[in-house]
């Protein structure tokens, strides 16, 4: 039982590794930070996962623990915040991307994790799963709010970071 438990564990990290680690760079402001916020949240994924009954995919859950504690982790450290996350044409996918971007794309870019870090705690986590191109249903499940709800907000959210963007 405890080796199949690692398995699943070793399994989950590993499908989920980069998902994690852009949540991390949204809550925490440094190398040193999201590594200890990445060991935090494997921790709390740890030792949750006997407690996982399966009501939604293994990936929402992951995105729910990994939203919580980071949400958690932010709040307690209240530290300013560097963001990483695609809006208009930056890919947040492309760990690789600020070597192919040029001058104007990576001052675009600065400006929005400019723009994002002046979020709440809860706009920032419904933008990134938004932008890690989960469904609204998906989204819906990890917050815990409807579906109607959730494109309401983002809509809200969109003006606000294209406002501050073009500002």
């Known amino acids: 039982m405890e ?38 949240v494997a ?30 982790y932010a709040f307690k450290t209240q530290k300013s915040k560097q963001n990483r996350v695609h809006i208009e044409g930056i890919n947040i996918h492309d760990e690789n991307a600020d070597l192919h971007n040029d001058l104007e794309t990576m001052e675009k870019k600065k400006r929005m994790y400019e723009c994002i870090s002046k979020l709440t705690y809860a706009e920032k986590s419904l933008i990134l799963l938004f932008l890690e191109d989960l469904p609204y249903k998906s989204i819906s499940d990890v917050k815990g709010i409807s579906e109607n709800h959730v494109a309401v907000k983002l809509a809200r959210i969109k003006k606000k970071l294209t406002n501050c963007i073009n500002h």
């Open 3 to 40: 080796e199949d438990l690692k398995r699943l564990f070793s399994s989950i990290m590993e499908d989920n590794k980069q998902r994690i680690l852009r949540i991390c760079r949204i809550y925490a402001y440094d190398n040193e930070d999201q590594k200890d916020l990445y060991q935090e």
């Open 43 to 72: 921790m709390n994924i740890w030792k949750s996962l006997p407690s996982y009954r399966k009501e939604s995919s293994i990936d929402t859950w992951v995105y729910r623990v990994s939203l919580n504690v980071s949400m958690q």
